[in-house]
Structures are given as C-alpha cells and as structure tokens.
C-alpha cells in the first residue's frame, strides 16, 4: 500500500480564493478559458462520503474487530494510533491477497468489498438518493452564465447532470464511457461532463488498484485535449489517483498543454475558522494566517515548486462556499426554473434534499435568502403546514445565531417562536393536517428548539447552574424525539428521512445529556435508548467524529458520554487486543 506522503505548507504561501474569483469573473462569458474538475470533496454536502470518512469508518470497524471492543468512543481515537503497527501488519497480509493498492482507500475497499459486484452495490446505495446541494445551485448559475462549459469528475454520483439538467435547465452530454467519450465535441453550446471512473449506474466504476492504474486510451485523449482548450480549476480532488495524475505531470511539461494553467484548491479549516469569527481574507494577511499551515501531499507540493508559472494553489473553506463566491463575484442570476418554478416542485425537492444531507445547519445567509425566493416564486404556494415549517427552521437558525452572540433575549423570542410555529403546524387538521414525513420534520425541529432553550436558561445563570425548569425541557424534547423516531419506524425508515433521523438521534442524545445535567442520573431505558442512539451515529459514514464533538460541546453532553461508556464496559466488558 502506498501511504501519501503529506508536507506542510504556510497557508500565506497560497492563493487566496478572491483571486480565482476574479480570474473567472474577468474572462469573456460565453467563451469559457477553464473546465471545472470536480472530485469527492465536491459531493459531501450533498450527502456522498469522501474517501477520507470511508477510510477512518472502515479503520474504526477494524480496530473495534481485532481488539475485541464492542463500540466506539472518543477516546479510542489514542487506542487507535497507538495499534497502527498492528494495523501495518493486517495491510500487508491484504495485499499479499488482493495485490499491492494505490491507496489505503483502496486497499480498505477491497477488503471490505472484495467483489465487483458489492462495490457497485455500496456505492450506488449513497449516490442513488443524493441531491445537488447549494454548490451545484450556484454551478448551474455559472453554466447559464456561459462560465463554464467542460466538467471533469472522478466522482461516480450524477450531481452535476442533476444540477445543471435539473435546476439549470440545460441538457448536459455525460460521458461515462471509454468507447463514447472519443466522439465528443469539446466546442459547442451543450455542457460536457467527462466522468473520468465511470458511473454507479453502470458497471463500469474504477474504485481499487485493478480499476484505476490508468484512464482508458480515448478517455486519456478526451482529458488531454481538455487541457489543450482549457485551464483546469480542480476542487475537492486530493490528487492521489495516478491514472489522472500522470497525465497532469505530462501536460504541464507540454508547452501546448494548460496555457491557462491549474487552479488547485486545498480546503481549509483555518479559513473556515476565521470566516466564523468575521475576518476577511486581507485580516488574514496578519501574524495569524501567517502561522497557519496545511498539510498536502508531497506531489501537490512538487508540482507546485516546479510549475509556478502553471501550477497554483488556493486555500478555500470549501466546495459550497467557492462556488457561492464565484455566483456572487461574476454577478449571476439564480437558475431561472428555480427562480420561476411554476411547473416543477424544485422548490422542495431542493430543500429536502439539503435536510436529507444532515446540511440544514450550515446553509449561509445568502443561500437561505436565495431559498427564500424560490419558496415565494412558486406558482401554488405551499400548503400552510409547510410554510409554518419552513418559518419554524428559519427562526431556528436565526435563533442559534443569536445564542452564538450570547445575545440570549433575542435568541429566546426566536427559538419560541419556532417551536409556535412547529407545534401550530402540528395541530393542523383536515386537509391542511400535515403528512407523517411532515410531522417528523416538525417534531425534530421542535426538540431542538426546546433543547436549545435550556442553553439559554443555564447562560442567564451562569456556568454550573441548575435552575429549575431545566429537566422539564430536557423531557418535552425527548418526548418530540421519541414520537418523531416511532413515526419513522412506522413509515419503514424510508431514505428520504436520513436526514431527519440523524438529527433525532442527535436531538434526543442532547435530551438525555440535559435531564443527567440537571436531575443528576438517567433510567436504565435511558441508558440502553442513548447507547442505541450512539451506535447509529457512530455508524453514519459522514458525520461520526462531528456529531461526537458537537455532543461533548452540549450541555452535559461530555457527562453523558463518560456515563453511558462507564455502564456499557461495566455490562460487558471489553476484550483485549488480538
């Protein structure tokens, strides 16, 4: 197994994203100078796993496996490094079965999946329910626009064809195949995506090392002639797939190659950081951003060395908010189908499909003004129920905002005025009662609000208080939770609830830390429902180690963890490393 060699870099060393905002904003419409490249990063807010939360899930379920451990908890994470040489030994005994891999992505993935078959199954399970999230809504804008003409992706999901077909109105050509690829026209008005490892509709998807040594031959041709007409603009690709790289390195050596050059963005969580505290990018020209490192792997670091000239690097927050950037810097228009959705139920398809993500919580202003407007410019408005609903969510988040500000009157009004709201939509009857995906929408919003509303009651007293009333809300958001996971039983947990599930679960571990906080212990049906609940958050491949750290940051969240941790290993002990 290769293991990517990873070097430092100070992020004042890199670009920032204002400058690629302005290099796409300046060149001509309609005569696009870049393709955009698109890799795994660019799917996670729309609901698809990166290989990076694969890999750490798979490792997880390793290490529980070989050291006789029956769940995981935070502070496994030091357990875990500390088997590495174990794990080492596990990768060689694959490889001597499997072949040597490419990556440790791969080499997990033939493990865990050794056959064709199962691969395409596990990947066609997240990429079959996924929905564009906000970065494609912005991208389809960018097509209309004519900044963009020329998609290349490693990914397998069809979120670009769904967002510009979809929302965009336009009628992509999608290349999936080595025997297509070769007849198609990188000149014209139709928008192109080149999917460089196949598609999870078909079984053709290139996933481990027998996969991805090399791109076919046409579709090789099709990325270097690519390069010849375009700059590239590469997001959420990590650069570890030779079969695409060796090809880059060729073409940057090649004078009549990427005259326009490579635009490489890192992802950044220094950004992300500073950009929550209100910094702008020129603060960040300070001692700060100074410090700040990020590691990349060593070849992104050599091609940058050794290619100035054609080769740069970006620090971005991400994906969503790139693609926000370049909307708002080339001054786009929202894609007209959403901004006058009268024929198409956009509207909701979108908003559900962000919920059903689990990627409510991170919408920006501008995004959630830009909902608002495809909300109003539907032809039918919607039925009351959901109106209030959305209202609930809005007041919700503005709620949280102001909680965040510690500006505690307001963020008391706003989150009372959600769980109104919610519990008005809730008690609608005859034709306007709301369906039961709706009522579990509703509950999960009004356990949250009702749990936030403790935060703001222990703030007004201070750290440590108990004041009274406290487990009283702890309870109503945990009687909401249970009724909205028992609707959902009752539906057979359909997919389009994933969303809503995840954040239940979340909500009602929350309750349980709040009645702990303030009564002091749990029941025993409490104990065993928040160890249920912990297994099936530790088990979602694209939040587990999120949703750990945000419940240790909740009121007596941390408390919770070591009680539940304390009765699991009391009731069945751990085994010892094998």
């Known amino acids: 197994m290769n293991v990517v060699d990873m070097v430092e870099i100070e992020t004042c060393n ?4 204002e400058n690629l905002v302005n290099l796409v904003r300046d060149m001509p419409r309609q005569d696009p100078r870049f393709a955009l490249f698109l890799g795994a990063g660019a799917s996670w807010s729309s609901g698809i796993p990166t290989a990076e939360n694969l890999v750490a899930q798979w490792k997880r379920q390793l290490f529980l496996s070989k050291t006789g451990r029956s769940r995981w908890w935070p502070h496994y994470k030091s357990d875990l490094k500390n088997w590495d040489e174990s794990y080492k030994e596990c ?11 490419p990556s440790e992505y791969s080499l997990l993935f033939s493990h865990f999946f050794p056959d064709v078959d199962a691969r395409q199954g596990f990947i066609e399970n997240f990429c079959s329910n996924c929905e564009p999230g906000p970065g494609y809504i912005y991208l389809a804008s960018l097509e209309n626009a004519g900044y963009f003409k020329t998609f290349l992706t490693t990914n397998f999901d069809d979120l670009i064809h769904d967002a510009l077909y979809r929302y965009g109105g336009a009628k992509p050509i999608v290349c999936a195949f080595d025997s297509q690829v070769a007849s198609v026209r990188l000149v014209g008005p139709r928008p192109k995506v080149l999917k460089l490892h196949g598609d999870f509709l078909y079984n053709n998807i290139r996933a481990v090392s027998s996969e991805v040594g090399r791109l076919d031959s046409n579709m090789q041709d099709k990325l270097e002639a690519t390069c010849k007409n375009y700059g590239l603009i590469v997001i959420g690709y990590g650069g570890q797939d030779q079969s695409v790289m060796a090809p880059i390195r060729t073409m940057l050596h090649n004078q009549e190659c990427l005259k326009h050059g490579i635009h490489w963005c890192i992802f950044s969580p220094n950004r992300r950081k500073s950009e929550k505290k209100g910094q702008s990018a020129r603060e960040l020209e300070g001692s700060e951003k100074k410090k700040a490192t990020l590691s990349i792997p060593r070849e992104l670091y050599r091609l940058w060395e050794s290619y100035m000239d054609k080769f740069h690097l970006y620090e ?9 950037a370049l909307y708002q810097g080339c001054r786009c228009s929202p894609p007209e189908d959403l901004a006058r959705p009268q024929e198409k139920a956009l509207y909701a398809r979108l908003r559900d499909g962000i919920e059903n993500a689990d990627q409510t919580w991170r919408l920006t202003p501008d995004f959630l003004r830009l909902l608002a407007s495809f909300r109003a410019a539907t032809a039918d408005p919607p039925p009351p129920g959901v109106v209030l609903l959305d209202e609930a969510d809005q007041s919700h988040r503005e709620g949280l905002a102001k909680l965040e500000e510690k500006n505690l009157d307001e963020a008391e009004r706003l989150l009372e005025e959600s769980k109104k709201k919610s519990t008005q939509a809730l008690n609608m009857v005859g034709k306007e009662s709301l369906t039961p995906s709706q009522k579990v929408r509703a509950l999960r919003r009004r356990a949250g609000s009702t749990s936030s509303l403790a935060d ?30 028992e609707i959902d039983q009752g539906l057979g947990q359909p997919a389009d609830l994933k969303g809503h599930r995840i954040n239940l679960w979340f909500n009602g571990l929350v309750a ?7 009564a002091g212990h749990l029941s025993e049906d409490a104990v065993r429902e928040s160890l249920e609940w912990l297994d099936h958050l530790m088990n979602d491949d ?10 240790m940051e909740e009121l007596g969240g941390e408390a919770l963890l070591a009680e539940l941790q304390k009765i699991a290993e009391k009731a069945n002990p751990e085994g010892s490393p094998t």
């Open 542 to 551: 694209i939040h587990a180690d999120e949703h750990t750290a945000f419940l």
């Open 91 to 101: 990768c060689r005994e694959w490889e001597a079965v499997y072949g040597r891999q």
């Open 512 to 518: 349980h830390a709040q009645i702990l906080y303030f």
């Open 456 to 485: 703001v009651l222990v703030r007004r007293q201070g750290e440590g208080a108990r004041p009274p009333g406290g487990e009283e809300i702890g309870r109503a958001a945990l009687k909401d939770v249970q009724m909205a996971l």
């Open 316 to 324: 971005v927050d991400s994906f969503d908010q790139l693609m926000a």
């Open 14 to 17: 890199l670009r920032p994203m």
